[in-house]
């Protein structure tokens, strides 16, 4: 979900995206899984989740996933 209605944001993709984007910042040129070991030790995210977080940061042209398996932060 986007917006949750209930007291958790932190299971909203707005929230979980935000912090997907903090380390594609940190490397704007990283492999996918690894973005992922990132994101799920600092986070402990459902892989589940973070999928939905690229497809939305992808959605709104702030990262790209080529077609090694690389995600990159747009410019």
């Not at 992922?36 to 999928?51: A, E, I, S």
């Not at 398996?69 to 747009?74: A, K, N």
Request: aromatic share 10%; hydrophobic share 45%.
């Amino acid at each position: 979900m986007l917006l949750p209605d209930n007291i958790h944001p932190e299971l909203s993709i707005y929230f979980n995206g935000s912090i997907v984007l903090g380390e594609l910042n940190k490397r704007p040129h990283i492999e996918m899984f690894e973005l992922y070991q990132r994101v799920k030790n600092n986070n402990n995210m459902p892989f589940t989740t973070y999928l939905l977080c690229l497809d939305w940061l992808y959605l709104i042209d702030v990262a790209v996933v080529n077609e090694k398996g690389e995600v990159l932060l747009c410019s």
